[in-house]
C-alpha cells in the first residue's frame, strides 16, 4: 500500500500542476513561457510542479478580476433584478399590450366565425 501511495501522491502533484499551468493564463506566468513551464511539469516529475507552485505563476488576483464572480462584482450596474429594471418592466408593458390586442382580434374573429356558422344553420334549417 506504501508503494502504490508513493507512486500516487507524486502523480496527483503533476497532474494538479498541469492543469493549474495550463488554465493560468499567459499574462500572470512567470519567468518561462507557459509551454516551457508544461515541459518543465512533465520531465521532472517531483521538483517540476514544486517549482511551478512555487515560482511559476503570479499569486496576487488581477485588477478586472479572472473569475465571473468578481468581474461582475467590479461591472455592477445601477439594478440587479430584472424587475428593478424600468426598462425591462417597460418592454414587459408593451410586450403585454401586443399580447392584449392579438388575443381581442382572435376573439373578434372567433366571433364572427361563430356567427356566421350560426348563419349557415340557420339557412339550412330554413331551406329544408
Excluded: Q
Excluded at 500500500?1 to 506566468?29: G, K, W
Excluded at 382580434?105 to 349557415?120: I, Q, S, T
Aim: aromatic share 8%; glycine share 4%.
Amino acid at each position: 500500500m506504501l508503494r502504490a501511495l508513493m507512486f500516487i501522491l507524486p502523480l496527483a502533484l503533476v497532474i494538479y500542476s498541469l492543469i493549474d499551468c495550463l488554465n493560468t493564463p499567459e499574462d500572470e506566468v512567470k519567468h518561462l513561457p507557459k509551454v516551457v513551464w508544461v515541459i518543465i511539469i512533465l520531465l521532472f516529475w517531483i521538483v517540476g510542479p514544486i517549482v511551478w507552485f512555487a515560482a511559476g505563476k503570479l499569486r496576487r488576483a488581477p485588477a478586472g478580476g479572472r473569475t465571473p464572480s468578481e468581474w461582475h462584482a467590479n461591472h455592477r450596474h445601477e439594478w440587479v433584478a430584472p424587475d428593478d429594471n424600468p426598462e425591462f418592466l417597460k418592454s414587459l408593458r408593451e410586450e403585454n399590450k401586443k399580447d392584449e390586442s392579438l388575443l381581442k382580434d382572435w376573439e373578434a374573429d372567433l366571433r364572427r366565425r361563430e356567427e356566421e356558422l350560426k348563419k349557415r344553420e340557420r339557412g339550412e334549417d330554413g331551406e329544408s
